[in-house]
Nanobody
Framework: QVQLQESGGGSVQSGGSLRLSCAAS????????MGWFRQAPGKEREGVAT???????HYAVSVKGRFTISRDYAKNTLYLQMNSLKPEDTAMYYC?????????????WGQGTQVTVSS
């Protein structure tokens, strides 16, 4: 069982930065595969970045080089540092987790935090 809660969203100007946090609680957290997803109105949900328990990371092409995913085991927190933000980054951002990278679907989800980037 994992409980997730996002924070850090807000409104920024194009080119600005935001740091999203995902506080996690529950058993076996350290071994879970975690990621950030986003969904804009009228658009399908898309994966943004993922991180495994060994530290391996993957990024969507659209954010690679601008976003950085990381985790702090001591604080049980997942982060997404977002730099050089663009209006197209505007979306609801969700933190998600599953037991291993090989599980078919992410089982645990947070409530989401809104990110709005204006030009």
């Amino acid at each position: 069982q994992v409980q997730l809660q996002e924070s850090g969203g807000g409104s920024v100007q194009s080119g600005g930065s935001l740091r999203l946090s995902c506080a996690a609680s529950g058993y076996t957290y350290s071994s879970y595969y975690m990621g950030w997803f986003r969904q804009a109105p009228g658009k399908e949900r898309e994966g943004v970045a993922t991180i495994d328990s060994d530290g391996s990371t993957h990024y969507a092409v659209s954010v690679k080089g601008r976003f950085t995913i990381s985790r702090d085991y001591a604080k049980n927190t997942l982060y997404l540092q977002m730099n050089s933000l663009k209006p197209e980054d505007t979306a609801m951002y969700y933190c998600a987790a599953k037991r291993t990278r090989f599980d078919f679907e992410f089982k645990y989800w947070g409530q989401g935090t809104q990110v709005t980037v204006s030009s």
